[in-house]
């Protein structure tokens, strides 16, 4: 069954920055776009950034645009998110997800998600 494992969140002062992990099984990895979604406290869930499967192409939303790089390894079956120049308003549950479409759809729609890792961005 296809699963999906986030780690590396925590507690960092604002400016700093926080390497996210995401290890997937279950499914061929290196075949699906995937992306980090965020939710922060009593708000909707918020699509960070995608990636296509073989990582020639990446988009980001406005919100974490020049700071945020997603990544992948399909070898390792994992999916990154190097965070800098953190704010106190990325904090959120992030979590990765398995698209349903093709990258280059446009939609980022998912089928599979993991339970997500807490970041907490404060002084």
């Known amino acids: 069954q296809v699963q999906l494992v986030e780690s590396g969140g925590g507690l960092v002062q604002p400016g700093g920055s926080l390497r996210l992990s995401c290890a997937a099984s279950?499914?061929?990895?290196?075949?699906?776009?995937m992306s980090w979604v965020r939710q922060a406290p009593g708000k909707g869930p918020e699509w960070v950034s995608s990636i296509s499967p073989g990582a020639q192409s990446t988009r980001y939303a406005d919100s974490v645009k020049g700071r945020f790089t997603i990544s992948r390894d399909n070898a390792k079956n994992t999916l990154y998110l190097q965070m800098n120049s953190l704010l106190p308003e990325d904090t959120a549950l992030y979590y990765c997800?398995?698209?349903?479409?093709?990258?280059?759809?446009?939609?980022?729609?998912?089928?599979?998600r993991g339970q997500g890792t807490q970041v907490t961005v404060s002084s």
């Open positions: 997800s398995k698209n349903q479409r093709n990258y280059y759809s446009g939609d980022d729609s998912y089928d599979y």
């Open positions: 279950g499914f061929t990895f290196g075949a699906y776009s």
